[in-house]
């Protein structure tokens, strides 16, 4: 444990620092062999070709120049639409890391703590199974929390007592008469519902809806001008258009499973997933850790809380021969590797990794999720790309 640690500190401190902004460069300009990177693009051409995925846009920055980003495949195969660059994505659970940043971006103003029992901010986890859940066990998946749904169904309806039903805080609400079933703090257990508890939690603490929250506070400070949390139209400036097809495969076949125009999956904004942007949008992003918290001249979090929310918190949880077997652990809305590289993948087919030690930023969206081996290979193959000093 204390060499992981060790090692993270030194891939945070390699990273830190510049206030680097994306632009346009050339792999060489970074180091990065052109060849390898290619023959990743190609490998996901071929993937499309084989209807294996239906779409993808690929970007890659090192050291703040983005030298791929490109659009593959198809925003609507059937209608033979092909993908751009500048396509809006359902995000899913990459929204996590975002949730978690704006939970950061209180505590730092000072209007709550990670320790904070969640009660506090939400009155029906004041009960014997939920008032020892505090938001750190949130952030980390280590509520004791063991609801499966993102929401339970029925949503609440509307009547004279839920006057605003339904709403993200009024089903929370049903999470903390819930509560923990198994030890807090003692596991790890991935929980869309804690999630969707720290957005009600922003909610109550802002006083605002948590998409506003997100749009003053991060997304509108870094200039993320195509990120937003619900898929109709009049929410999107516009932009519905620029949202492609979500294919699922069912059954060895791709079927439609959302598209441009169709209901939204919750008709209040989540937690849990829900974002929508773009790659260049979601790089700016994860340009704005690497560089501890700034990015243009714009400070959204300090650099040592950068660090504790990219630090694996949940690595304690597991003894020393059972952490040779972890792959990751989680921080706060990043999933955290052992080499110091954190992101997140999304149920629709979003991947991002955050590689400090080597500046680098590869993103990999698209609507057609199938699986996770392609994509890791083609990050695998990123890092090989970087040539030797």
Known sequence: MRLL???????FQAAKGADLTLSLGKPSEVGLDTTILEAGVN?????IERDEVRSAVILIARKGRVVVHEALGWKDKERGIPLKKTAMFRMASNTKPVVATAIAILEEQGKLRFDNPVHRHIKSFD????????????LTHTSGFRIKPIFFKPLIEKSAKHPNAPSLKLEVDRFGEVGAVEPIGKSYSYSN??????????????????????????????????????????????????????YYRREGKWVEGWKPGLSPKYPFVRASGGMIST?????????????????GGKRILKTETVRLITTP?????????????????YGYGWRVHKDGVYGHTGSDGTAAWV??????IVLVFTQSPSGSILRDRFFKLVQLAIEKP
């Open 5 to 11: 640690c060790l090692i993270l500190i030194l891939c």
């Open 43 to 47: 490998m996901y051409r071929k993937a």
């Open 127 to 138: 009960n014997s199974n939920a008032s020892e859940i505090t938001l750190h066990h949130l």
């Open 193 to 246: 519902a804690g999630f969707n508890t720290l957005g009600a939690v922003v909610e109550t603490v802002s006083s605002k809806p948590l998409e506003i929250y997100l749009d003053h506070l991060i997304y509108e400070p870094l200039g993320m001008d195509d990120s937003y949390h619900h898929e109709v139209a009049e929410k999107l400036d516009g932009k519905l258009d620029r949202m492609s097809v979500v």
């Open 279 to 295: 790659a260049m949008d979601y790089a700016v992003f994860c340009q704005m850790y690497l560089n501890g918290g700034i990015y």
């Open 313 to 329: 918190h949940t690595a304690s949880l597991y003894s020393p021969a059972e952490q040779m077997k972890q792959s990751h652990y």
């Open 355 to 360: 590689d400090p030690k080597n500046q680098l």
